[in-house]
């Protein structure tokens, strides 16, 4: 399934976050992205330099090479479209782009009640929906109440509310959420505040993906102005956006099917960066070092690459789904093919690396949650006691060397890979040779959507990723027997049908405990449970491979500042503070890395944070590629 591309911050205990301790937070043009790429199209490449649609302005052009599932944030996961969600709707907090920190957003200030149950949030009085009224915090409430209410608008990130008991908006600027016990994600709600006005017209939330009527109204840094499925996404700049107007009057996520095309763009100066599927190839950025006015950005990212086995796909009501092979659902079958994955040499041969081995579910960068296995826990490589492994589940030779199932015929797995995702085929290579040597053999399936086979659990195994947030919660969310669908016929937030009864009683205690070290122990103790399961084989942590245009860029910010990402952060802060190259709006020069921090006209100084929780979830939502 495409996964979302969505962290594990500092804590703090106080449960407030007041207007006082000013602080500085990259602004307009601190860190920027200056894209001033013309929009290339399988039809024919625009000039370098790009303007708006109206002819005037500027136009920042990013390759991507993922589709958008739904541009309704009620239903999107993909990290393209989290990402388009976090450009054009604020949410109740952001993350601060140097540490991962919480900052105001959409609220100003918050507050617990000393049980922690109630929580109330001050919404700021400057922001404004694009078509000019005003957003307050009855918006908030009626997003809340309407995922609380209607399965559809859960779809996405139900897992947020499930814990909610009311949600109510005393005043345009006071926003109270009741809870049923506590919940540890109060400051990392990473659901998008949609307008009320326009929203409470929509039927049905399963079938509205926000695609058909232009502009979209939204009160983020831009507005959604145009949209071709598989080709295109288009955003204006918001003008009127609280923390001040982007610098580039239009940003397009331009998608190519094939990755090398849009390498070859960039190359031509028809894009200004370029992202990968969501990264770039050791080949393609080899090739792409030392191109003039080329830089590469190359830093430890926040996502994990995994290989999942169907766990016997089924619905909450009981009834089972798809045609996963059996002899997966024995967890000796599943530990046996783990034990015969060479994690060095994809790490060496495949990432050639530009990433770590894998193994918890949470990547290094996010040190408080990251989790090794112990020694005697670990499935080490060793293709020998893999075989012994398969024999003792009944898994045996036949005279032709083939392992045979329980029905006597030959064991072939039938694996799940995107079709735009290099790493997917040359893993996908690697497998048909180590099981091979088993006697299993592998048929790689490579498709344009994964998506349809995925939900329908047609398929034995599949590579899988997701994007970390700074709160885990999401992420972990989506293997517990609630993120089920409801029936067959219907779409849950569930990842890979897992359903666990102990994984979810530690999934409870982690979201209702408020010490971040305990918090964190139980978490650590939850990944530990999915790595004995064996559902989840977590084989790298790729790294951030990336490439932009140092001729259209003048300064662009990671995140985080020091080394992290550019492309699918826990932000806006790329994209809304991107400088063109030839403005003379940057301020500072640019590092080995480009990452410029500087003061701008009109800075934004936001409120010190006393919240105890300082980490938020996935690219949001994560985030799935």
Same mark, same amino acid.
């Given at each position: 399934?495409?996964?979302?591309?969505?962290?594990?911050?500092?804590?703090?205990?106080?449960?407030?976050?007041?207007?006082?301790?000013?602080?500085?937070?990259?602004?307009?043009?601190?860190?920027?992205?200056?894209?001033?790429?013309?929009?290339?199209?399988?039809?024919?490449?625009?000039?370098?330099?790009?303007?708006?649609?109206?002819?005037?302005?500027?136009?920042?052009?990013?390759?991507?090479?993922?589709?958008?599932?739904?541009?309704?944030?009620?239903?999107?996961?993909?990290?393209?479209?989290?990402?388009?969600?976090?450009?054009?709707?604020?949410?109740?907090?952001?993350?601060?782009?140097?540490?991962?920190?919480?900052?105001?957003?959409?609220?100003?200030?918050?507050?617990?009640?000393?049980?922690?149950?109630?929580?109330?949030?001050?919404?700021?009085?400057?922001?404004?929906?694009?078509?000019?009224?005003?957003?307050?915090?009855?918006?908030?409430?009626?997003?809340?109440?309407?995922?609380?209410?209607?399965?559809?608008?859960?779809?996405?990130?139900?897992?947020?509310?499930?814990?909610?008991?009311?949600?109510?908006?005393?005043?345009?600027?006071?926003?109270?959420?009741?809870?049923?016990?506590?919940?540890?994600?109060?400051?990392?709600?990473?659901?998008?505040?949609?307008?009320?006005?326009?929203?409470?017209?929509?039927?049905?939330?399963?079938?509205?993906?926000?695609?058909?009527?232009?502009?979209?109204?939204?009160?983020?840094?831009?507005?959604?102005?145009?949209?071709?499925?598989?080709?295109?996404?288009?955003?204006?700049?918001?003008?009127?956006?609280?923390?001040?107007?982007?610098?580039?009057?239009?940003?397009?996520?331009?998608?190519?099917?094939?990755?090398?095309?849009?390498?070859?763009?960039?190359?031509?100066?028809?894009?200004?960066?370029?992202?990968?599927?969501?990264?770039?190839? $050791?080949? !393609?950025?080899?090739?792409?070092?030392? &191109?003039?006015?080329? +830089?590469?950005? @190359?830093?430890? #990212?926040? =996502?994990?690459?995994?290989?999942?086995?169907?766990?016997?796909?089924?619905?909450?009501?009981?009834?089972?789904?798809?045609?996963?092979?059996?002899?997966?659902?024995?967890?000796?079958?599943?530990?046996?093919?783990?034990?015969?994955?060479?994690?060095?040499?994809?790490?060496?041969?495949?990432?050639?690396?530009?990433?770590?081995?894998?193994?918890?579910?949470?990547?290094?960068?996010?040190?408080?949650?990251?989790?090794?296995?112990? $020694?005697? !826990?670990?499935?080490?490589?060793?293709? &020998?006691?893999?075989? +012994?492994?398969? @024999?003792?589940? #009944?898994? =045996?030779?036949?005279?032709?060397?083939?392992?045979?199932?329980?029905?006597?015929?030959?064991?072939?797995?039938?694996?799940?890979?995107?079709?735009?995702?290099?790493?997917?085929?040359?893993?996908?290579?690697?497998?048909?040779?180590?099981?091979?040597?088993?006697?299993?053999?592998?048929?790689?399936?490579?498709?344009?959507?994964?998506?349809?086979?995925?939900?329908?659990?047609?398929?034995?195994?599949?590579?899988?990723?997701?994007?970390?947030?700074?709160?885990?919660?999401?992420?972990?969310?989506?293997?517990?027997?609630?993120?089920?669908?409801?029936?067959?016929?219907?779409?849950?937030?569930?990842?890979?049908?897992?359903?666990?009864?102990?994984?979810?009683?530690?999934?409870?205690?982690?979201?209702?405990?408020?010490?971040?070290?305990?918090?964190?122990?139980?978490?650590?103790?939850?990944?530990?449970?999915?790595?004995?399961?064996?559902?989840?084989?977590?084989?790298?942590?790729?790294?951030?491979?990336?490439?932009?245009?140092?001729?259209?860029?003048?300064?662009?910010?990671?995140?985080?500042?020091?080394?992290?990402?550019?492309?699918?952060?826990?932000?806006?802060?790329?994209?809304?503070?991107?400088?063109?190259?030839?403005?003379?709006?940057?301020?500072?020069?640019?590092?080995?890395?480009?990452?410029?921090?500087?003061?701008?006209?009109?800075?934004?100084?936001?409120?010190?944070?006393?919240?105890?929780?300082?980490?938020?979830?996935?690219?949001?939502?994560?985030?799935?590629?």
């Amino acid at each position: 399934m495409d996964t979302n591309d969505q962290y594990g911050g500092h804590h703090r205990t106080p449960t407030r976050a007041r207007g006082g301790g000013a602080r500085l937070v990259v602004a307009a043009g601190a860190a920027a992205l200056a894209l001033g790429a013309g929009l290339a199209t399988p039809l024919g490449p625009a000039p370098q330099q790009a303007h708006a649609a109206d002819g005037d302005g500027k136009v920042l052009t990013v390759a991507v090479a993922q589709s958008v599932d739904s541009l309704s944030p009620f239903l999107a996961v993909r990290l393209l479209s989290t990402s388009i969600h976090r450009l054009t709707y604020e949410y109740l907090t952001n993350y601060d782009a140097e540490d991962n920190s919480v900052v105001p957003g959409f609220a100003t200030e918050w507050e617990s009640s000393p049980d922690k149950l109630t929580w109330t949030y001050t919404i700021r009085s400057d922001s404004t929906w694009s078509d000019g009224e005003r957003a307050t915090a009855e918006d908030a409430a009626w997003t809340f109440n309407t995922m609380m209410t209607d399965p559809g608008a859960a779809t996405a990130n139900g897992s947020f509310v499930s814990n909610f008991e009311t949600v109510t908006a005393p005043s345009p600027t006071r926003l109270v959420i009741k809870l049923k016990k506590p919940q540890a994600t109060m400051t990392a709600l990473d659901v998008p505040i949609v307008p009320r006005h326009v929203w409470e017209k929509v039927d049905d939330f399963t079938k509205f993906n926000n695609d058909k009527d232009f502009p979209v109204v939204g009160n983020g840094p831009f507005v959604l102005t145009d949209y071709k499925p598989d080709s295109y996404v288009r955003l204006k700049a918001n003008k009127d956006f609280w923390r001040g107007a982007p610098k580039f009057d239009e940003l397009v996520f331009r998608y190519y099917k094939d990755q090398d095309a849009a390498v070859s763009a960039l190359r031509k100066g028809e894009v200004s960066f370029v992202a990968g599927s969501p990264s770039l190839t $050791p080949a !393609q950025a080899a090739s792409l070092k030392g &191109e003039k006015n080329i +830089r590469v950005n @190359d830093a430890p #990212g926040r =996502r994990f690459y995994a290989l999942a086995t169907n766990p016997g796909a089924r619905a909450r009501n009981g009834e089972t789904m798809g045609d996963g092979h059996p002899s997966l659902l024995d967890q000796r079958v599943r530990n046996a093919l783990f034990k015969a994955v060479d994690r060095k040499t994809i790490i060496d041969k495949v990432f050639q690396g530009h990433a770590v081995e894998g193994a918890g579910y949470i990547p290094p960068r996010f040190s408080q949650y990251f989790w090794k296995p112990s $020694p005697g !826990q670990e499935l080490t490589y060793d293709p &020998e006691e893999a075989g +012994r492994m398969l @024999d003792q589940a #009944g898994l =045996r030779k036949n005279a032709d060397g083939r392992r045979v199932g329980k029905d006597g015929k030959p064991i072939t797995y039938r694996v799940l890979c995107h079709a735009t995702d290099p790493n997917d085929k040359a893993i996908g290579q690697y497998l048909q040779e180590w099981w091979g040597e088993l006697g299993i053999g592998v048929t790689l399936n490579c498709l344009d959507n994964v998506t349809d086979p995925w939900l329908a659990g047609e398929y034995d195994l599949a590579f899988d990723g997701w994007s970390v947030n700074p709160d885990p919660d999401f992420v972990l969310s989506i293997h517990t027997c609630a993120a089920l669908p409801a029936t067959p016929e219907e779409t849950g937030a569930t990842d890979n049908f897992i359903c666990d009864r102990t994984y979810d009683e530690l999934y409870a205690r982690q979201l209702a405990e408020y010490d971040p070290d305990k918090r964190a122990a139980i978490v650590r103790q939850m990944e530990s449970r999915l790595y004995d399961l064996g559902y989840m084989n977590v084989m790298a942590y790729p790294n951030a491979v990336e490439a932009y245009r140092t001729d259209q860029i003048e300064s662009i910010t990671t995140m985080p500042t020091k080394a992290g990402n550019i492309y699918g952060q826990d932000g806006y802060w790329s994209w809304w503070s991107a400088v063109p190259a030839d403005s003379g709006d940057a301020s500072g020069g640019s590092s080995s890395t480009g990452v410029v921090v500087g003061i701008v006209a009109g800075v934004v100084v936001l409120a010190g944070v006393g919240a105890f929780l300082a980490v938020r979830r996935r690219a949001t939502a994560d985030e799935r590629e």
